[in-house]
């Protein structure tokens, strides 16, 4: 597979718990290059090396079945899969084989649907959980000026319509209704490249981040933009991924790109609570446990931050580059997908991995 210029930025902007910006300059491996034996996991963690290109994660309602998105390799490859893995063992339930790669996924209600998003192709694709076939599929028409599609990104299901981010300057949100998968309606003028989305039941706002810096607020009942946010002002800002604290009114937003921080907002306003430093892609709030969960790409890491107080309170080694994260509906589980370096040529040393932590352990 022929990765161009133009696509290569799509990549980069996907920094998504979602997507994760790739490494294209990272050295190629050579034969005299030492091998390190793996680190000891701690006796709570779980992980299984799986398969390349691993991006976004499901689980469903009954807790019984885990659906992970895979773009496979970006070298010589065509297609992705769609596996369903065992939540508690991460062995392998089943597998759908797309001719299109997938990114960024969401579950309906019932759990009878998974959809991802097939970011290169600029489109949406539905598969039946019960036989993991390809429903159907939305191919949006934006084209940017080389007659690329937009980049299909983070997905958000709310109230039987897909919130659908594009990584286009200018982009856009495009609002599907999850049955039919028919376009109902755009959100334009949306900044460069959205990159971040979540839906808030206290306020019922989508909140859309951006490549250029902004937290836009929008009324799902019109699809308006009410506000735009720009936290950091005129300092360079790729937005990323939300969470929220519901009870505090916080939204928790990451940039691993230009700012290297986590900005917790008051979700009415977007005033500044507070900033973390340090780099951070995905981000999770878990009110069961008053914790909150950061994959840091750059070191490795994921970590367990107190709510109150932000201080860390576990730090958990998984190298090269912990990616997207996922917590279970009673929020003493957590998954984490782990991705490889990029080579020149984009190919990896090995397969990305799935990794579950037993957080009551």
Not at 60 to 80: H, I, M, R
Not at 200 to 213: C, D, E, K, P
Not at 239 to 261: F, H, M, P, Q
Not at 283 to 293: D, T
Request: glycine letters at 8%.
């Amino acid at each position: 597979m022929k990765m161009n210029t133009s696509v290569l930025a799509l990549l980069a902007a996907m920094a998504l718990a979602g997507c994760s910006a790739h490494n294209t300059t990272s050295a190629q491996p050579t034969a005299q290059a030492p091998q390190t034996a793996p680190a000891q996991l701690p006796d709570n963690v779980m992980k299984r090396a799986l398969a390349s290109g691993l991006y976004e994660m499901a689980l469903s309602p009954q807790g019984d079945a885990l659906y992970v998105s895979s773009a496979e390799g970006f070298k010589d490859v065509q297609g992705g899969v769609v596996y369903k893995l065992d939540p508690k063992t991460l062995k392998t339930l089943g597998a759908t084989h797309t001719d299109l790669k997938n990114f960024g996924m969401a579950i309906s209600a019932d759990g009878k649907t998974v959809y991802v998003t097939n970011s290169l192709d600029g489109g949406v694709s539905a598969i039946d959980t019960s036989n993991g076939k390809v429903l159907s599929r939305t191919l949006f028409p934006e084209r940017n000026e080389k007659g690329q599609p937009y980049g299909a990104r983070e997905i958000v299901l709310h109230n039987g319509n897909l919130y659908i981010g594009a990584v286009a300057d200018p982009a856009l949100v495009w609002v599907v209704d999850a049955k039919t998968l028919k376009v109902k309606a755009r959100i334009k003028n949306a900044g460069k490249w959205v990159t971040g989305l979540h839906f808030s039941a206290q306020t019922q706002r989508l909140y859309v981040a951006n490549g250029g810096g902004e937290i836009l607020v929008v009324n799902p009942r019109n699809n308006r933009i009410e506000q735009r946010w720009k936290p950091l002002g005129d300092k360079p800002a790729l937005l990323l991924n939300i969470a929220e604290d519901e009870s505090t009114g916080r939204l928790l937003v990451t940039d691993n790109s230009k700012a290297k921080t986590t900005l917790v907002l008051d979700i009415h306003s977007g005033k500044i609570v507070k900033q973390l430093a340090g780099d951070a892609l995905a981000v999770k709030f878990n009110a069961k446990r008053h914790e909150i969960y950061l994959t840091q790409r750059e070191s490795g890491k994921v970590l367990s931050l107190d709510a109150t107080s932000y201080a860390v309170k576990q730090r958990w080694d998984l190298p090269p580059h912990p990616n997207s994260l996922l917590l279970s509906a009673d929020g003493q589980t957590l998954f984490v997908t782990v991705k490889q370096a990029f080579n020149k040529d984009h190919s990896t040393n090995g397969p990305d991995s799935v990794v579950r932590i037993d957080l009551n352990k």
